[in-house]
Nanobody, 124 residues
Framework: QVQLVESGGGLVQAGGSLRLSCAAS????????MAWFRQAPGKEREFVAAISWSVSNAYYADSVKGRFTISRDNAKNTVLLQMNSLKPEDTAVYYC?????????????????WGQGTQVTVSS
């Protein structure tokens, strides 16, 4: 059974940084596409970043490009999201996701395993 557990969320001031972690069990993160999505109150879940399973190519939403970095720690079977220069509009619940078909997609329905989410709140 695949389980994804996010951690690292919290409250930070605008301009600050946070690092989110997604610990996987039942799946080796280096063999699958892993992604981060976020959902703010009253809004749809939106793509943030993804990392491919083969050559570790990274993909980002335009809104976070240059500020966020997705990476993998294969030794810990964990996916990381380093978030710098945070803005109030980054406030959301952040979810880790995995795609069993190894497709890099910005569409949430393409991913079949999800974590429970971790809250990120950026104050102005």
């Amino acid at each position: 059974q695949v389980q994804l557990v996010e951690s690292g969320g919290g409250l930070v001031q605008a301009g600050g940084s946070l690092r989110l972690s997604c610990a996987a069990s039942g799946r080796t993160v280096s063999n699958y596409v892993m992604a981060w999505f976020r959902q703010a109150p009253g809004k749809e879940r939106e793509f943030v970043a993804a990392i491919s399973w083969s050559v570790s190519n990274a993909y980002y939403a335009d809104s976070v490009k240059g500020r966020f970095t997705i990476s993998r720690d294969n030794a810990k079977n964990t996916v990381l999201l380093q978030m710098n220069s945070l803005k109030p509009e980054d406030t959301a619940v952040y979810y880790c996701a995995s795609d069993s078909l190894r497709r890099v997609s910005q569409v949430a329905t393409s991913y079949d395993y999800w974590g429970q989410g971790t809250q990120v709140t950026v104050s102005s």
